[in-house]
Nanobody, 115 residues
Framework: QVQVVESGGGLVQPGGSLRLSCTAS????????MGWYRQAPGKQRELVAA???????NYADSLKSRFTITRDNAKNAVYLQMNSLNSEDTAVYYC?????????WGQGTQVTVSS
């Protein structure tokens, strides 16, 4: 059974930074993509960033200047560094992985940007 667990969410002031972490565990892990989606209240879930086993990354165009995704294959972990946060970044952030063609989601971590 594969598990995906996020951490690092919380309350941050506008202009601040936050780093999210996500770790996958389980048997027969052969992870292709690891990444992040987010869902703000009343909005659809949207892609934030993804990192692929070959080393490439993909970002939402509107976020690539402020967010950075990194991946540690040895730890089956992915990280999201978020800088210059504003109120529009307030959302639940979900980590996902694709393992042997199946997508697995974490439970989500709340990020709130507010003064």
């Amino acid at each position: 059974q594969v598990q995906v667990v996020e951490s690092g969410g919380g309350l941050v002031q506008p202009g601040g930074s936050l780093r999210l972490s996500c770790t996958a565990s389980g048997s027969s892990l052969d992870i292709d993509a690891m990444g992040w989606y987010r869902q703000a209240p009343g909005k659809q879930r949207e892609l934030v960033a993804a990192a692929f086993s070959g080393g490439s990354t993909n970002y939402a165009d509107s976020l690539k200047s402020r967010f950075t995704i990194t991946r540690d294959n040895a730890k089956n972990a992915v990280y999201l560094q978020m800088n210059s946060l504003n109120s529009e970044d307030t959302a639940v952030y979900y980590c996902y992985i694709t393992n042997l063609g199946i997508i697995y989601w974490g439970q989500g971590t709340q990020v709130t940007v507010s003064s």
